[in-house]
């Protein structure tokens, strides 16, 4: 069993930044796969990026691609999401989600077996 917290979710301006962190339980953490979803009222969950548990193969949504980062630090059973430009049209709840470290980098939420409730993250114009 993995339960995955997030946080640094808020407001913050267009062009501003943002880092959210998701903290796992478990001790195999190390061994997931990690990803970030966001999703907004009506629409479905959407990838945002995801994480290979050595940290050395990433994957991301075209939308996001230049701007921002996952990371992970498996000593901290903690990954990050390092958000920079921000545009209005990142406002969503943003997820964390893990799955097994078999099978690439999926961008199906489906796929993931955790995840965590979601941080809100807002940005203005």
């Known amino acids: 069993q993995v339960q995955l917290v997030e946080s640094g979710g808020g407001l913050v301006q267009a062009g501003g930044s943002l880092r959210l962190s998701c903290v796992a339980s478990?001790?195999?953490?190390?061994?997931?796969?990690m990803g970030w979803f966001r999703q907004t009222p009506g629409k479905e969950r959407e990838f945002v990026a995801a994480i290979r548990w050595s940290g050395d193969s990433t994957r991301y949504a075209d939308s996001v691609k230049g701007r921002f980062t996952i990371s992970r630090d498996n000593a901290k059973n903690t990954v990050y999401l390092q958000m920079n430009s921000l545009k209005p049209e990142d406002t969503a709840v943003y997820y964390c989600?893990?799955?097994?470290?078999?099978?690439?980098?999926?961008?199906?939420?489906?796929?993931?077996?955790?995840w965590g409730k979601g941080t809100q993250v807002t940005v203005s114009s």
């Open positions: 478990g001790r195999t953490f190390s061994s997931y796969v």
């Open positions: 989600a893990s799955k097994t470290g078999c099978g690439g980098l999926p961008a199906v939420p489906a796929l993931y077996r955790y």
